[in-house]
């Protein structure tokens, strides 16, 4: 890395502040971009660098390894958590969060994006992971996004993302989601509103709230062999409701959930994701995919 810093990045900053599971170390660099061509910018000067890149969402679902993550870390800024609602379109910034945007839906009368009043995470996190929740994804509800790489900004159609279950064909840190534009139908207000407040019983009965975790751990396997079975149910089966291995516990409340339960390090979590996974499969003979991204050098199990 040669010259001085671009303003506004920082060296050695601790990212588990901004992790719902606050583990893990420290970025090599960290910026915080308050624009799309503030993000471009970045891009092109790590590219001539020869830094890898890395973007932080809302941190849920996100695990960054103890040794910390070598290069650039992005995190979009407030200013690119913009929600507008055009007729029966919402336009948002890659930081706004799928809740505020279910909410903004809901009362202007369109349908078909409550499922994200149960995804705590941004955007752009979500586009890449294809996420979804009670029956409902991204994909569905996803119109196109404005991409930032290191040449500039470009618009991609929703087709062109080649969505798969939690997947989609987003390079990691090369391409990151700015904007994105859901195109919704328009239903009763109050219908809509009903099906949240049922989405957010749900949830608030299903799953542990208010200490430090990430969302599902595994992924539901598709395998015959799961007899209709999520994943937390073969956890569950498999005695892992309540395991742990240091600071880090498969939640009593529902056991496809990890909690930091207080100094829980990244070793501490995949430990404990290896040895749920290990169990399920000597009992079910299911290899359990995770459902966590990472930074860093880290290796799921």
Not at 199 to 211: E, F, K, N
Not at 289 to 301: A, F, K, N, S, Y
Request: contains cysteine; neutral net charge.
């Amino acid at each position: 890395m040669s010259g001085e810093l671009p303003s506004g990045v920082q060296r050695d900053v601790a990212l588990a502040p901004y992790l719902t599971i606050r583990a893990g170390g420290a970025a090599e660099l960290f910026a915080r971009a308050r624009s799309a061509a503030q993000v471009v910018t970045l891009l092109a000067w790590a590219e001539a660098q020869g830094l890898p890149v890395a973007v932080l969402g809302s941190g849920s679902n996100l695990l960054v390894a103890d040794a910390g993550v070598r290069g650039l870390v992005i995190k979009l800024g407030r200013e690119l958590a913009k929600i507008e609602v055009h007729d029966t379109r919402i336009d948002c910034g890659g930081a706004a969060r799928l809740p505020a945007i279910a909410a903004r839906a809901a009362r202007a009368g369109l349908a078909g994006i409550e499922f994200g009043v149960s995804i705590p995470g941004s955007v752009g996190g979500a586009v890449r992971m294809n996420a979804g929740a009670y029956g409902g994804e991204l994909a569905e509800a996803l119109d196109h996004v404005e991409i930032a790489t290191a040449q500039g900004l470009a618009r991609r159609e929703a087709s062109a993302l080649r969505f798969g279950y939690r997947s989609s064909a987003l390079a990691s840190g090369s391409e990151i989601v700015t904007a994105a534009c859901f195109r919704l139908r328009e239903e009763d207000p109050e219908a809509i509103a009903a099906r949240i407040a049922r989405m957010r019983r749900s949830r608030h009965d299903a799953q542990p709230r208010g200490i430090k975790t990430f969302g599902s751990t595994f992924k539901n396997p598709s395998a015959e062999l799961a007899d209709g079975r999520s994943a937390g149910q073969l956890l569950e089966a498999a005695g892992c409701r309540g395991l742990a291995i240091g600071g880090a516990r498969f939640s009593i409340k529902h056991a496809n959930f990890i909690e930091n339960t207080g100094g829980a390090s990244t070793a501490d979590i995949l430990a404990l994701i290896a040895e749920g996974r290990r169990r399920v499969q000597e009992r079910f003979g299911i290899e359990l995919e995770t459902e966590v991204r990472t930074l860093g050098e880290i290796e799921l199990p």
